[in-house]
């Protein structure tokens, strides 16, 4: 592989789209996808950061990937469809689809982001990602963006259908509660730290008053739904 050509300490904006085989008729598209609100506050010689191209992208994602699964499971009912475009698009996931990539490269932070592990933050990648996409769909449309999602859909999709990851651990718990005559498990926000960019948040599920698991992540319904997920583990009922 040849070595990245770097501007700065961030790999060049053609050298990442050459390595990952992206064409674009708007180089500064890419740029702005790229461009993190952290690198405009020290460089105000860049014109505009990826938060815009990041509310377009999240929207481009949910039409394409819905499309896609529509397509590629015919059989597939729409409750399933569902579960498996929100297991697709999931903060985490588009995480992992930046690191299949290697994103975290490419991006031009600002210097106290770089300094606390943006690059490899699951939320700015997410949204970094997002922004990919949002600026992928401006120079080529929905076609550019199914060609280059469609080998990481395939891979993830069967994935989650053989790890179950569609399966959503807090109707899971529920239903195991009901079985044992148990009431509805509850859910409390124990703590919220980070930065306003970056909170984490803690969340216990309790039944019968006592608390069964602990989970965190990065919004309320992502630690609600770890602390279900280790609470299955716990009754040997893991779904991961």
């Not at 999240?58 to 009912?77: Q, S, T």
């Not at 199914?146 to 899971?172: C, G, H, Q, V, Y």
Request: glycine share 8%.
């Amino acid at each position: 592989m040849e070595r990245p050509e770097f501007e700065g300490e961030h790999e060049a904006p053609l050298t990442f789209a050459h390595r990952v085989g992206l064409q674009f008729t708007d180089w500064l598209l890419l740029s702005r996808a790229l461009t993190h609100r952290s690198y405009l506050n020290e460089h105000p010689e860049a014109l505009e950061d990826n938060e815009r191209l990041e509310f377009l992208g999240d929207a481009v994602l949910d039409f394409m990937v819905g499309a896609w699964l529509y397509n590629e499971y015919p059989e597939m009912p729409e409750g399933d469809l569902t579960r498996m475009r929100s297991a697709l698009v999931y903060t985490e996931q588009l995480a992992v689809f930046a690191r299949e990539l290697d994103l975290g490269l490419a991006l031009r932070l600002g210097r106290g982001e770089m300094q606390g592990g943006g690059r490899d933050r699951d939320p700015l990648l997410c949204d970094a990602f997002e922004a990919l996409i949002g600026a992928l769909y401006l120079d080529g449309g929905i076609p550019a963006v199914e060609r280059f999602m469609a080998p990481m859909l395939t891979r993830a999709a069967d994935d989650i259908l053989i790890n179950r990851k569609n399966e959503d651990p807090k109707s899971r718990l529920q239903e195991w509660a009901q079985a044992q005559g148990y009431a509805t498990p509850h859910y409390e926000t124990t703590s919220v730290t980070g930065p306003d960019h970056s909170k984490v948040f803690e969340v216990s599920v309790l039944i019968r008053g006592e608390v069964w698991a602990t989970g965190t992540g990065h919004s309320k319904q992502a630690a609600a739904k770890e602390a279900a997920r280790l609470a299955l583990e716990k009754i040997g009922q893991d779904i991961t």
